[in-house]
């Protein structure tokens, strides 16, 4: 009897534990499981005949996605795959979101996607693209990409959506009534981190900057932050160590880090080049943040508010990838677009400019909070995700950053602090 | 032996005994549990193991049966309103999150989030009938007295679908506010109130002509309009009072059902979503998300009365009709 009782509770346990485990591994099998599902259900449909609705097409909008082939370069860390296809299904997702609205309203949508190889000309490609009278452009390109984009005088008669660059000169002496800049700038992203560092109360940063042009600017973003919340900079090096780290890290952080007096270790270390060996290697035991441990973000695999996880799951069922910052702002530009085409209820490229950044834009981005586009430079205004690798930690704007026109406002440089000039 | 008896006779009675008074289920979304509340003794009598991710909760007519969107495991649970025991499931699309019944209890109306579908299921066969393809992240879901329009709104496409119950098929689309979230006909079915979550606004449509005929905005003094996120929309029977829950804003706006004004604000917990009444009408539930309580609210004065812990994220809740 006893026997049998305990045969059972042992049955028992080994079904529910097996029960947790499928649970906790649900994700790429539980998609697959959804994908297939999907496409039984596809068939199903059609078996039955059953029809969609579909008005009649009465708009047509072609929107162009241009990215551009890199050389990679040599990273330290080899946990994560370098992805060729950035922004490829974060724009699909957008498009198939803007075409199921657009098939209640007669408005279609096509989406061409153009990668620019190494050995081609990105002026000379662009302008045959402006010459068959493409008008909407998502751009996944960089700071000097874009500048040199702004030299071709055809220019100004489309739209541009910025889905990579962070660089605040975009933003600022650089704008062009034109480009909309999706990504947080670097400003925003440093704001967003010291409102939450400020909050902790950890006011006393060490600075380290990487060796790239891109590491120096987002730490000059980190420097008038701390400035403008009145946070102190005890200490400020430059990383320049050549050697590869992976193995001599254990000796090199200690020295490097000796000291000094300071709460946090702040870095700008935009590649990886060696921001993620200073954690548990510093001489005292201080948390890491900036562009690796705590590091401010558009996106993260970590969101799940908001509706987030939704987004998380057709991304990945779509791609069986996570979604990276990139995808998050092409599929943001496409529904921008979309979203505006909609409400406009035409395409044309000053009217749609018109609205984007006027005050009735609003666009749902899983965020929380509508986002929108300040009317002085184009950039989004969205809440800023600080997330380590694995959980998310806050959210900002913090509690208690008031604004008169919007919260989120109080992140990066405010109108009267813009040097744009439309 | 005999003690061991009485105890098992002691807990039947306490159960059956339980099942005449009011109660209201709860599905907590992070525990994947139903808290079970005794709404005359305000109290949790019981809380519930139930499938992954529990989010929209119904019962049927008759008040025997709840319905649980299990959105996590693809499909909705059917489980005893008395005992609470899992009956059977009920095939859905991936990741179901609210849904109607028909007024005879035969037919289930899903909104699958994942898949822009709004799944309709047989209740007596337990299948799939029909997909009836909608807009982007499909959620609200409204049907008229008749059972014949259902509305549903979905949160990426922002409209509202206007779909007829026999056919099947969609007769009109209506443009509405960013992120609507849940469509609640009127008890006249003259009018079809849609709440948008990051528009911030209510529209009242009315289903006849499918126009937009009021648009109704909060504005609360010391809290930001950002955080004002309308979701769960009820109506009085006696067409008075209609209540909002504004989710972050941790305020149900209170309307004035004729005219579209705002009459009161009350504060319950923070980030309150949905609403249900008790079958008189006399007090109505809130789930607060964010505080993890229930607020209770007498109707009458416009008061909220108390607050009682539930579970993790407390998304739906259902009051029994008898």
Known sequence: MRAKVFLIISIFISFSLSFVIEARELSIQQLEERKKADKERKKEREKRGAKEFQKEVTLTTDIIFISKERETPPVLSNLDPILEDEGFYGVKLAIEDNLTTGRFLGHDYKVEFHRILLEENLEIEFKKLL???????????????????????????VLIFNVRAKNDSLRNENCRKNFFHIPPSYSILSDALTQYLVKKKWKKWFLVTGPDKNDQIYSDALKSSAKKFNVKIKEEKIWNFTADLR??????VPIFTKGSKYDVLVVADEDG????????????????????????????RTHEQWGATQMQNRFRRESGRWMTEVDYHSWTAVRAIGETITRIQVNDVDEMRKYLLGEKFGLGAYKGVKVSFRSWNGQLRQPILLAAPRSMVSVSPQEGYIHPVSELDTLGKDQPESTCKF | MIKFFYIIVACFTFISSSVHANLAYITNEKDNTVSVIDIKKKKVIKTVKVGQRPRGIIMSKDGKLVLICA?????????????????????????????ILSPDDSTLYIANEDDAM??????????????????????????????????????????????????????????????????????????????????????????????????????IPGVNEESIQPVGVRHTKDGKYTFVALGPANRIAVVDQKTKKVIKYLLVGQRVWQLAFTPDQKTLLSTNGVSNDVSFINVDKLKVEKSIKVGRFPWGVVISPQ
Do not use: C
């Open chain 1, 273 to 300: 080049e060696f921001g993620e060996y200073l954690a548990y290697r510093t001489w005292d035991p201080r948390p890491i943040v900036g562009t690796q441990g705590l590091k401010p973000n558009s996106w993260h």
């Open chain 2, 71 to 99: 959105s996590d495991d693809d499909r909705v649970e059917v489980r005893d309103a008395e005992t609470m025991k899992l009956k059977y499931h009920l095939p859905s699309g991936p990741d179901p999150e609210l849904f």
């Open chain 1, 131 to 157: 010459k068959q009278g493409k008008k909407i452009f998502v751009v996944d390109l960089n700071e000097d990409e874009l500048l040199s984009l702004m030299k071709i005088p055809e220019i100004d008669d």
């Open chain 1, 247 to 252: 193995r001599t890290a254990g000796k090199e």
């Open chain 2, 118 to 219: 709004v799944t309709v299921v047989d209740m007596n066969d337990k299948m799939i009938i029909d997909d009836i393809p909608v807009g982007v992240e499909p959620e609200g879901m409204g049907l008229t007295n008749n059972g014949k329009i259902l509305v549903n709104t979905s949160e990426t496409t922002n409209m509202a679908h206007f779909i007829n119950a026999e056919t099947l098929e969609i007769v009109e689309n209506v443009l509405v506010d960013a992120r609507p979230r849940v469509a609640m006909f009127t008890p006249n079915d003259k009018e079809v109130w849609v709440s948008a979550e990051i528009g911030g606004t209510v529209k009242v449509i009315n289903p006849n002509s499918k126009e937009v005929t009021h648009t109704i905005g909060f504005e």
